[in-house]
C-alpha cells in the first residue's frame, strides 16, 4: 500500500511540473508577442496623495484639459480615477505657468519641500532640476524592455532627455499629449509649386535628388515668375530655422559630444562655412529675403516655402496664422530640408526643438517610492479608453493630412511618412546646451548670410562664449 502512495506521489509531482512548465512557457510565448511590460503587483498606497505638476497652457493643460474645450478631456479625467481606484491613492494634478518655474520647482527643492511626485516640463528646465538634485532618473526606475517599447516615444526623441546616461523624461507616446515637436521642417506651398510646374520636395526625394542643387533650381524658376498682378513670387524666408536647416543638412554640428559628459563648440568648420556661402550666394541673387515672413506664407500664399517647427502648423488658436485644416485645403505640405554636399539625409533631421516639447519625470522630493511613481505612470499612460496605441497618429494624419485639392496627389503627399521619420531619425543638435547664446548663435549665423563679413570671422567670435557654455553645462556632479 505505502508502495502505490509513493507511486501516486511521485505521478502528482511529475503532473505538476509539466503544467507548471507549460504555463511559463505560455508566459513567455506572451511576453514574445506584447514588447509592453505589465507590472502585475498590486500597491497600495494607503489613501496617499500622489502630485502630478503640468504645465498650464493658454486656459487648462494637455495633461488635466477641461472637458468642454477637449474631445479626450472625460477619457484623461476618467484615467486619473482609475488611478485611485487602482492604487488607492489621490491624484493630485497641479498645473503650473513656465515662467514660474523656478518658484514652484527649484526653490522648494533647495528647501526640501515636497512640491511634485512627478511632473511635466521642457528639457531645458528638466537638465536644471537634474543637475539640482531633484530628478530620479527614469532609467534608475524602469528596465531597458520598459522603455524602449514604444510608448514613451521614439527612442531618438528620448535620447534628447538624456544626460550622461540618464533618461531624465518621457512622451506619453500612447496618447500623443503633446503632439511631438520637430524642428527645421520644410513647409511647402504645393498650389505655387503646381501652378510653376515644379517638382515637389517628395517627388524629388523618392527620385535621390532632393538636394541643395535642386533646391536652388526650384528657387530660381519662383522668383522669376509673376502672379497675375504682375508682382514675382518669393522663394523662402531667412529665420533662424532657415539657417540653422541649411548649417545642420551640410553635416555641420553645434557641438561635438566627447563622451565623456563635456562637449566642444563645433560650428567653426568647412561644413558650417560652406552652407554659409551657399545661402549667402542666393541671397546675393534675391533668391532668399529677409522681409519675406510666414505671413507671406500662409496669407498672401506668395511664398514657395518656409521653414519652421511642426508646432508651427498644426496649434490652432485664433492668435495664429494657420486656419483648420490648412492643409488639406490650403494645399500645403511638410518636407525635409534638402541634403548638402558634405551631409546625408538624416543630417537636418535636428532634434533640437525637442528644447520646446514636453517630458514627463519623476521627482527626487516625493513622499512616494519612485518605483511606485514609475508604476503609476505606466498605468495611467496606457491607451485612453477606446483608444489603441497608435489612434493619437491615426487621427493625426487624418487632421492635418488629407488632400481635398488637386495641387498635389495623395502618391506625392507623404507629409505624415516626413514627419514619422524625422521623428524616428532626430538627431540632437545641442544647441539646447547652449541655451543663453542661441539667439547669439542664430544671429551670427544670418549676420554671415547678409553682412560684410565672412562666414569663418562670423563664427569665430561666437567660439569663446559659446565653449564657456557648454563648460558650464557639463559642470554638475
Known sequence: MKKIIVLFLIFVMVISILVSCGTDSEKNDDSDKNDDVVFEENIDLDGAEVIFRTLLAVTSSVFYPDIAENARGDKIRDRYKDT????????????????????????????????????????????????????????????EKTIHNG??????????????????????????????????????????????????????NEQGNWDWAHYRQIGEAVVNSQDDEGKNYNFVGLNNNMVSSAVLSNGAKYAKDNGDGTYTF???????????????????MKLIKTAVNEKNFTDKKDTAFYVMPVWWGYRYNEKENWPINAFSEGGYSWSQFPKGPDGSDNDAKSGGAFINDRFVSITSSGFIEPENIGKIMDFIFDPLDGEEKDTWKKDFKRDHFYDSSDYITTKTDHSYEVYTNMLENANLDMIMFMESKRDAIYTALKSAVTGSKTPAETIEALVSGCQAELDNFSNYE
Open 84 to 143: 485611485d481606484e487602482k492604487f488607492n491613492c489621490v491624484m493630485n494634478i497641479q498645473t503650473y505657468k513656465e515662467a514660474d518655474g523656478s518658484k514652484v520647482f527649484i526653490t522648494p527643492i533647495l528647501a526640501g519641500i515636497h512640491y511634485a511626485d512627478f511632473f511635466e516640463s521642457n528639457p531645458k528646465f528638466i537638465f536644471s532640476i537634474y543637475k539640482a538634485g531633484g530628478i530620479v532618473p527614469i532609467s534608475d526606475v524602469w528596465d
Open 151 to 204: 510608448k514613451w516615444g521614439p527612442d531618438n526623441v528620448l535620447k534628447t532627455i538624456t544626460l550622461r546616461g540618464d533618461l531624465l523624461g518621457v512622451n506619453s507616446g500612447y496618447w500623443g499629449i503633446p503632439i511631438p515637436n520637430m524642428e527645421n521642417v520644410l513647409y511647402v506651398n504645393n498650389k505655387l509649386l503646381f501652378d510653376l510646374q515644379q517638382p515637389h520636395p517628395h517627388e524629388l
Open 266 to 284: 563645433s560650428l567653426n568648420d568647412e561644413k558650417t562655412y560652406k552652407a554659409l556661402s551657399w545661402l549667402r550666394e542666393m541671397f546675393e
